[in-house]
C-alpha cells in the first residue's frame, strides 16, 4: 500500500526557520516533490528529489533519505507570503503521484 | 509561455447529473493527470493520459472517465453525480509524465453538486 504522512499544521514566526516533515512508503519509488498551495489557488512546484541529501533552491531546500523513507522541507527566513499548505508527493510508477495530506503552515508575524 | 487552462472554473450541479470537465495543457507537454482534492482526503490522483491513451488510473469508480485527444488537451466526465463528489478538480501536465518532471497545474473546476 502506499502511506505518506505530514503535519497536519504548523506555526512559526517572520523570520524564523521551519522544517516540515514527510514519510512515506510507497510500492515504487522514482521520486520526492514538494508543492506549495496557497488557499484557493493551484499547487506550484518548490522542489523535487530522487537521490539521497539535500537540495538548496534559494529560501527553500528539501532532503531525502530513501533508506529511511523520509523527507522534510526547510523554509528559511520566512515571509509572511510563506502561510500556505505545503505538499509532498511521492512518484510511485504503480501509481502515479502520491500526495500526503498536506501541512498548513502559519506565519505569525 | 502560457500554463495549465481548465475551463469551467465553477459549476454547480445536482444529484443524477453528469459533468464534462476540461483542460489544456501547457504547449508541449503530453501528460496530462486529473486530481480530486477535498478538505478531508486531500489531493488525489483520478487518473492520467499521454498519448491520447490513459496510462494510469487511481482508485475511483467507474463514474469518472477521462479521454485525451491528439492536441493533448484532455476532458474529465463524471455520470451520475453524487453528493461527495463536491471538489476541486485539478489537471496537471508534464512533459512526458515519467516522474523525473515536474507537473504544472491548472487553476481548477470547483464541482459543487447539489
Known amino acids: 500500500g502506499q502511506n505518506i504522512d505530514q503535519p497536519t499544521e504548523m506555526t512559526a514566526t517572520e523570520g524564523a526557520i521551519v522544517q516540515i516533515n514527510c514519510t512515506y512508503q510507497t510500492s515504487g519509488f522514482n521520486g520526492l516533490f514538494w508543492y506549495q498551495q496557497h488557499a484557493g489557488e493551484a499547487p506550484t512546484f518548490l522542489s523535487y528529489?530522487?537521490?539521497?541529501g539535500l537540495e538548496e533552491k534559494g529560501r527553500f531546500s528539501s532532503f531525502l533519505s530513501r533508506s529511511k523513507g523520509y523527507s522534510y522541507l526547510l523554509l528559511k527566513e520566512l515571509q509572511m507570503k510563506d502561510s500556505a499548505s505545503y505538499l509532498c508527493a511521492v512518484w510511485d510508477y504503480g501509481q502515479n503521484f502520491v500526495f500526503g495530506p498536506g501541512t498548513r503552515l502559519s506565519v505569525l508575524p | 509561455k502560457a500554463g495549465v487552462t481548465q475551463t469551467p472554473r465553477y459549476l454547480i450541479k445536482t444529484r443524477g447529473q453528469q459533468v464534462t470537465l476540461s483542460c489544456s495543457p501547457i504547449s508541449g507537454h503530453r501528460s496530462v493527470s486529473w486530481y480530486q482534492q477535498t478538505p478531508g482526503q486531500g489531493l488525489q490522483f483520478l487518473f492520467e493520459?499521454?498519448?491520447?491513451?490513459?496510462?494510469n488510473k487511481g482508485n475511483f469508480p467507474g463514474r469518472f472517465s477521462g479521454r485525451q485527444f491528439s492536441n493533448s488537451r484532455s476532458e474529465m466526465n463524471v455520470s451520475t453525480l453524487e453528493l461527495g463528489d463536491s471538489a476541486l478538480y485539478l489537471c496537471?501536465?508534464?512533459?512526458?509524465?515519467?516522474?523525473?518532471?515536474?507537473?504544472?497545474f491548472g487553476p481548477g473546476t470547483r464541482l459543487t453538486v447539489l
Open positions: 496537471a501536465s508534464s512533459l512526458v509524465g515519467d516522474g523525473g518532471n515536474e507537473q504544472f
Open positions: 493520459y499521454f498519448s491520447e491513451t490513459q496510462r
Open positions: 528529489n530522487v537521490l539521497d
